[in-house]
């Protein structure tokens, strides 16, 4: 009825096509956690990714990651830090560290900047730009900004809070 190599062929198509969705899916779903989630796992707050994350992708053995959101997302901080995500964020992920980032930047001056790097140590998150880095105390991340208003999304409601504090320091290059 079917030929031995057709049944070789089909055996060897459902081996590969059940290695590869196996492989993605414990890449993708990540015991179901949102991109949130995924990033309390490693001691980072919901608050460095805005609201509205569709989704995201992580290799646990190599902490590549991918989060999506629903296109480019922009937002100012407190009148002082424009910030600007784009639709994919991609790095490398550890307890405390992101790094290897592309998709997130911030206008300083007159210039965007590639935030390339995020560290956690105790309750300071610092942001670095390469040649530069900022400290903002971590309680000002528990929350996640909105897309095109951050978080003076209500004129009715101001936030005291907001990323006040923040400190910058020149870090040298070797």
Known sequence: MF???????????LTITLVI??????A???DNLTAYEALQTYDFPVGILPKGALGYELDRSTGAFKAYLNGTCSFTIENSYQLKYKSTITGTISKDKLKN????????????????E?????D????????????????????SPQCGCGFDC???????????GGKMKLRSVV
């Open 3 to 13: 030929s031995l190599r057709f049944i070789q062929t089909l055996t060897l198509t």
């Open 21 to 26: 969705a196996s492989g993605t899916a414990e």
């Open 28 to 30: 993708i779903s990540d």
């Open 101 to 116: 980032l592309t998709g997130v930047s911030v206008k300083i001056l007159f210039l965007w900047l590639n935030i390339v």
């Open 118 to 122: 995020v560290t956690r140590d105790g």
């Open 124 to 143: 300071e998150l610092y942001f670095s730009v390469g040649i530069a880095s900022a400290s903002f105390e971590i309680d000002n991340f528990y929350e």
């Open 154 to 164: 209500d004129d009715s409601v101001k936030i005291e809070e907001g990323f006040g």
